[in-house]
């Protein structure tokens, strides 16, 4: 058996040496598609992987709202599609908005690479989160410490439970990606999915399936499945 270390989650993160990742170029030069109704476009550094367009329509009195960022992959504009549902959730019954209220909306949202499409689990719990959704649950350090988040110098982890069952609660764990530095805000990787009962810890409390994705490149890949009883891994 093994237990769920702060070594363990610094394998394979993306804060382990080298350097750190360039920017994504600036989207000039690539087309973004304008649905029917569009009435605003602008961009927002929602983290260091380079800016997010945003594109605000209106039809029949119905607001919309999409997200776009550049694809090095594609050598165009790909449509962030995780993070949708939030985008939705900002316009939805609205009979006025307009960008500064749409940056401050934005602005309230935990800070990750939205552009990651991760990789199902094959677990329908956990490939139904909506990850700009959920509780805060508290930002760490590299040593499992508590600590206070800062633009200047973010936290190593954050932590956000999304449901609870019969004491145990859905909680995901992000890692703080490299990039950030002098970015205007830093950029957060998915990294661990349990089941726990004390999500407050930064580790040990983990009790049940659970999920790990490779945060050392942006594909968001999975990595392992593992399986875990009062903190201890019992499985891959």
């Not at 800016?51 to 090095?72: E, H």
């Not at 900002?90 to 800070?111: F, H, P, Y």
Request: charged share 20%.
């Amino acid at each position: 058996m093994r237990r769920w270390t702060l070594t363990t989650l610094m394998a394979g993160s993306l804060l382990l040496g080298g350097a750190p990742l360039q920017a994504a170029p600036v989207d000039a030069g690539h087309a973004i598609p304008r649905p029917a109704g569009t009435i605003a476009q602008f961009k927002v550094d929602l983290d260091s992987e380079g800016p997010t367009t945003f594109v605000l329509s209106r039809v029949d009195g119905i607001y919309g709202l999409q997200a776009w960022r550049y694809s090095r992959a594609l050598d165009s504009m790909s449509k962030v599609t995780e993070l949708q549902a939030a985008l939705d959730a900002i316009v939805a019954d609205k009979k006025t908005i307009n960008e500064a209220q749409i940056r401050a909306a934005l602005a309230s949202l935990q800070l990750i690479d939205y552009s990651v499409v991760y990789h199902r689990s094959g677990n329908p719990q956990f490939d139904t989160i909506d990850h700009a959704q959920g509780k805060l649950v508290g930002y760490f350090n590299a040593e499992g410490q508590p600590v206070r988040q800062s633009r200047g110098q973010p936290a190593f982890a954050y932590k956000k439970t999304f449901q609870e069952k019969d004491g145990h609660f859905l909680t995901v764990t992000y890692v703080l990606g490299f990039g950030w530095q002098g970015a205007p805000a830093p950029s957060y990787h998915l990294r661990f999915i349990n089941w726990e009962t004390e999500p407050s810890r930064f580790s040990g409390s983990q009790d049940g399936p659970g999920v790990e994705y490779d945060t050392s490149c942006c594909a968001g890949e999975l990595q392992a499945r593992p399986v875990y009883r009062h903190g201890q891994r019992i499985g891959q």
